[in-house]
């Protein structure tokens, strides 16, 4: 979006999660004449490629497993598989979300669902305490900077879980 209008990215403040820059930023920054040379075509690509470069690099932290964790996930392990378990469900008031989601649909492009803003709000909260965005690898948890989410959707096909990637960096 940067580049269509001619903005160099790294001008662009970001109001987004831990500053990142959203389209409503660049949106409402004004471009500099100097700026706009400096976003040239030619050499938005290479910025790309490095900065999905920086992105993948990034991907995840591996912290290594002591003995009493690996015990104890196997203790957790063998208690899901053989022993009953229950679930609790809960009743939520949703009428100030879905009288916020009225509020941003007048002034949106696109319509915002509930289920978008229930996707969007799991996205933070996993950034917000990472140990919930993480892998068991058996002597490792590996930790991941971005959140990619799965949705349940009900297609001709059957059920389809297509997942959507980097939800966290995503507006709603």
Same mark, same amino acid.
């Given at each position: 979006?940067?580049?269509?209008?001619?903005?160099?990215?790294?001008?662009? /403040? $970001?109001?987004?999660?831990?500053?990142?820059?959203? #389209?409503?930023?660049?949106?409402?920054?004004?471009?500099?004449?100097? +700026?706009?040379? #400096? #976003?040239?075509?030619?050499?938005?690509?290479?910025?790309?490629?490095?900065?999905?470069?920086?992105? /993948? /690099?990034?991907?995840?932290?591996?912290?290594?497993?002591?003995?009493?964790?690996?015990?104890? #996930?196997?203790?957790?392990? &063998? *208690?899901?598989?053989?022993?009953?378990? &229950? &679930?609790?469900?809960? +009743?939520?008031?949703?009428?100030?979300?879905?009288?916020?989601? $009225?509020? =941003?649909?007048?002034? *949106?492009?696109?319509?915002?669902?509930?289920?978008?803003?229930?996707?969007?709000?799991? *996205?933070?909260?996993?950034?917000?305490?990472?140990?919930?965005?993480? /892998?068991?690898?058996?002597?490792?948890?590996?930790?991941?900077?971005?959140?990619?989410?799965?949705?349940?959707?009900?297609?001709?096909? $059957?059920?389809?879980?297509?997942?959507?990637?980097?939800?966290?960096?995503? $507006? =709603?």
């Amino acid at each position: 979006m940067a580049t269509e209008k001619g903005i160099a990215i790294d001008q662009v /403040s $970001g109001t987004g999660p831990n500053n990142r820059i959203i #389209a409503a930023d660049v949106e409402e920054h004004k471009a500099k004449p100097a +700026q706009v040379a #400096a #976003a040239s075509p030619a050499a938005a690509p290479k910025k790309a490629a490095a900065a999905m470069a920086d992105l /993948s /690099s990034a991907a995840y932290e591996d912290f290594e497993n002591s003995q009493i964790r690996k015990v104890i #996930a196997e203790r957790l392990t &063998y *208690s899901k598989q053989n022993i009953p378990h &229950y &679930y609790v469900t809960v +009743q939520v008031q949703m009428d100030n979300l879905i009288a916020l989601r $009225g509020k =941003l649909n007048k002034h *949106s492009t696109s319509k915002i669902s509930i289920n978008d803003m229930v996707i969007k709000a799991a *996205s933070l909260a996993a950034v917000n305490v990472p140990a919930t965005n993480s /892998s068991w690898m058996n002597d490792f948890v590996r930790q991941f900077q971005n959140v990619n989410m799965s949705v349940a959707v009900q297609t001709d096909h $059957g059920l389809m879980a297509p997942v959507i990637k980097n939800t966290n960096l995503k $507006g =709603l």
